[in-house]
């Protein structure tokens, strides 16, 4: 419904800007009347920003366009004024180094934004990997009233009668090119089938974790995560959320108020219930700094551990988003949870009620897509985290996309300094190295690569494909597309690049990986490890000038999520001094 002025309980913020008949006033309105808006648009009815990450360089997010269209729609109809404006896009599949270089960016041009501009309250439009977590971080330290909606999966891939899951398919085929499983005329041809529709990626990667992390976290409408893009039900979503982000503002519902620890235990849960990404870690470790919630690593591992992966989603299992949705997507997820008492069922969502209600009715469609407990992928999903004189702040490793009979291993250390040593070396079949090794590579974290590149699910080389081998341990202090799968170890901190003991790792070392007891051990004496560390030097120089040297110098390990160490907090919402 929509409200007059007279119903508004308090003044908006955003009549600092519009609400008089001073000289700065009549400035602030009259610019704005350049784009044919009428009068009464200013009558102190509320502003609400559209933040769109839409770009032609972004090809989750190109068809945002269209949805923030939705999105006017509905704060028309409610009574709000909307006003569209860009923001960095973090596209994952072009930016160099990574797009997590520049999550932190994204992040600081949305809070920048939000503060300096008559903004009431805010629609986050986001999709792509970085860009969900970016402007949910943004929006947490101004804490104006925020709502996010995501641009929805694109729709499965087929090729041969198989579903081609985005990523996933791509790294598949990539190991079956090298072990001469596939023809490299295939895989041009299956290259054609693997994005057919706008849309993020189609699998439980990092862009639909996070969609699902966002709405478990209550910073979305119920049932948000899974919409594929094109379907109609998505724009719908569009339309709603824009009518309710007027609500929100008369309410005063502010990020504050909903992002909790008992919300980020929900969402640490049902991340292990849908087989996350593991990069839902470092970004939830990162929006719970700014809004002051003292989350850690250790919470991962406690909250995650005896949580059941009941989605049957690529990477680890066989189907993909567009049948997660029709058979009743993250809601009926969310209620197997509240019924087996994993879900703080009180907490608040963007919707004003409880997450419990917004779910109670939810229905499973297809319990082959969404799995009884009984039939889980693996009773204990969630993230792992391993400490040991390896990793003394952590590293984790996802389970559910896991081999087995790896998760308890000892092997013969093969090291790379850096990716471009790893890809001087693996394809060499003079490389010694077998099935039984423990691949290791150095200096890809947040220092070190920089940005903390997806390089961590190294693919195994050809030596070792071509006997069937599919699987090898794989540690770094790099990341991993959530559309990724393996025995592969994560965020190793502190990292290599700092110094830390995975640096002064060597190629004949034996490491203990304990994944049942969560450790990660070197097997040289305490003397030898101090002696090497008192002997290590960095590889590189540290980056100077630009943005570049910013990150380097203020951004935090993984295991507290990655952020720059002046950006933890909220800084609120404080109109500036009028210069005009």
């Known amino acids: 419904m929509s409200f007059t002025k007279a119903e508004w309980p308090r003044k908006l913020r955003s009549q600092e800007w519009y609400g008089g008949t001073s000289r700065d006033h009549i400035y602030h309105r009259s610019w704005m009347k350049n ?7 200013f009558d102190g009815r509320p502003v609400i920003g559209i933040c769109n990450t839409w770009s032609e360089l972004t090809p989750c997010n190109a068809h945002l366009r269209d949805l ?57 439009l986001v999709g792509c990997d970085k860009t969900t977590p970016a402007l949910l971080m943004g929006a947490a330290s101004v804490d104006i009233p925020a709502i996010a909606v995501s641009g929805g999966p694109m729709l499965n891939g087929w ?8 990523g996933t398919a791509l790294w598949q085929m990539s190991e079956d090119i090298k072990a001469g499983k596939m023809t490299g005329e295939d895989f041009l041809e299956a290259e054609q089938a693997m994005s057919r ?103 991962w591992d406690r909250l995650g551990r005896d949580v059941p992966t009941i989605v049957n989603l690529m990477p680890s299992g066989k189907y993909l988003m567009e049948e997660f949705f029709y058979a009743g997507g993250l809601p009926v997820v969310i209620k197997r949870l509240g019924e087996a008492g994993l879900l703080n069922r009180d907490a608040i969502t963007v919707s004003g009620e409880t997450i419990w209600s917004e779910v109670a009715d939810a229905r499973n469609w297809n319990e082959d897509v969404i799995l009884p407990v009984e039939k889980a992928l693996t009773s204990q999903g969630g993230i792992a ?52 090794s423990i691949m290791v590579m150095k200096n890809c974290g947040p220092k070190g690569y920089p940005g903390m590149a997806e390089v961590g699910n190294m693919g195994l080389p050809p030596k070792v494909l071509k006997k069937g081998i599919t ?110």
């Open 35 to 41: 784009q044919g808006l009428p009068a009464d648009l």
């Open 68 to 124: 923030a269209q939705r999105v006017k729609h509905g704060i028309y109809e409610a009574g709000g004024l909307p006003v569209e404006f860009p923001v960095f896009s973090t596209g994952e599949s072009s930016l160099r180094p990574s797009a997590m270089m520049f999550r932190n960016l994204a992040a600081m041009d949305v809070e920048e934004a939000l503060r300096a501009n008559p903004i009431d309250g805010v629609v986050l």
């Open 159 to 166: 090729f041969r009668g198989n579903r081609v899951g985005s």
């Open 197 to 299: 529709s706008p849309g993020s990626c189609n699998t439980m990667g990092t862009a639909s974790t996070m969609a699902s992390m966002a709405e478990a976290l209550g910073m979305a409408l119920s049932g948000n995560a899974a919409i594929p893009a094109v379907d109609s039900r998505r724009r719908v979503m569009a339309h709603l959320t824009g009518r309710r982000i007027v609500d929100m503002v008369k309410d005063d519902l502010k990020p504050s108020d909903i992002l909790t620890r008992q919300a980020f235990e929900n969402a640490i849960r049902t991340n292990g219930a849908i087989g996350g990404s593991t990069n839902a870690v470092i970004h939830l470790l990162a929006i719970a700094g700014r809004v002051g919630v003292d989350l850690t690593l250790d919470d």
């Open 385 to 436: 985290v391993l400490k040991g004189n390896l990793a003394p702040k952590g590293a984790v490793l996802k389970p559910s996309a896991a081999s087995p009979h790896l998760l308890t291993h000892r092997g013969r250390a093969v090291v790379f300094e850096d990716i471009d040593d790893y890809k001087a070396k693996i394809n060499d079949d003079a490389l010694d190295i077998d099935e039984t």
């Open 471 to 580: 699987d090898m341990v794989r540690i770094s202090d790099a990341r991993m597309s959530g559309t990724a799968y393996g025995t592969v170890i994560l965020h190793t901190a502190p990292e290599a690049a700092v110094g830390g003991p995975l640096a002064i790792v060597e190629t004949g070392d034996t490491i203990e990986v304990d994944v049942p007891n969560r450790r990660l051990h070197l097997d040289i004496s305490d003397a030898e490890m101090a002696a090497r560390l008192a002997r290590w030097k960095p590889l590189a120089d540290p980056p100077r000038g630009g943005y570049a040297q910013l990150f380097h110098t203020h951004v935090e390990g993984a295991d507290t999520g990655a952020d720059f160490d002046f950006l933890k907090g909220a800084r609120g919402k404080a109109v500036g001094r009028d210069s005009h």
